[in-house]
Each structure stands twice: as C-alpha cells, then as structure tokens.
C-alpha cells in the first residue's frame, strides 16, 4: 500500500485499534520497547527511552489508561491519517481526546504521532 489516505474509515480501523489497545497496554506496563514497535523510524527516534520512561514514571495518565475506549473518526491530509479516540481514565473521571498519525514508511503502515490530550 503506497497510499493510506486510499484506505476506507473501517479499513483503517482495522489498523489502528490494535495498535491503540496495545500502546495502552504497554503504556500503563511501562514498557517501553513494545510501546514504540510500531513508530516510524523519526518518531522512534524522537520517542527515546529517556524521555518516555519520565512520562512512564511521572504520569498518572499514562500509568493508568482504561481499556474503554471510543474511536471517533478519521481527518485525512497530505500522505497521512489521523485516527482520533475518546479515552478514559481508570481513576479520573473524564475523557481525553487521543490521537494516532498513520502513514507509509517503506511500504508499510506506522505510527508517525501519537497524543493524549
């Protein structure tokens, strides 16, 4: 696939759910390496274990992610697809907004940005 603003919405659903479900799993396991299996290589590297395992250590939020979750659509632009989530907190009432930017990377799809607001 050379170009994932093709993909339908349940297509990319497809994609991202799964990889949504496991960076809340490792987010809250404080994992870092399986965290980041899906990063594209410039967000890998931006992503470094330093700086995320401080957001491990210092988050509630991130320590905390609940398995429920709403996704709320997509927003396509240029080569890339945002993927958008309501998220919820095991302790905090409330919702986040999360956010997921699917693109191409040699061929396949990854993970270019991904935010809880």
Do not use: C
Request: glycine letters at 6%.
């Amino acid at each position: 696939m050379t170009d994932i603003t093709k993909k339908t919405d349940e297509e990319l659903y497809e994609i991202a759910k799964p990889w949504w479900e496991e960076l809340i799993k490792y987010s809250n396991n404080k994992n870092y390496l399986m965290f980041v299996k899906n990063f594209s290589r410039s967000l890998r590297e931006g992503a470094n274990e330093m700086e995320i395992g401080k957001q491990f250590a210092r988050s509630d939020l991130a320590q905390n992610l609940s398995k429920d979750y709403d996704v709320l659509g997509t927003i396509r632009r240029g080569d890339y697809v945002t993927v958008l989530f309501k998220q919820r907190h095991k302790k905090k009432e409330g919702e986040w907004l999360g956010r997921m930017v699917l693109g191409i990377e040699d061929g396949q799809v990854k993970i270019f940005s991904v935010s809880l607001f």
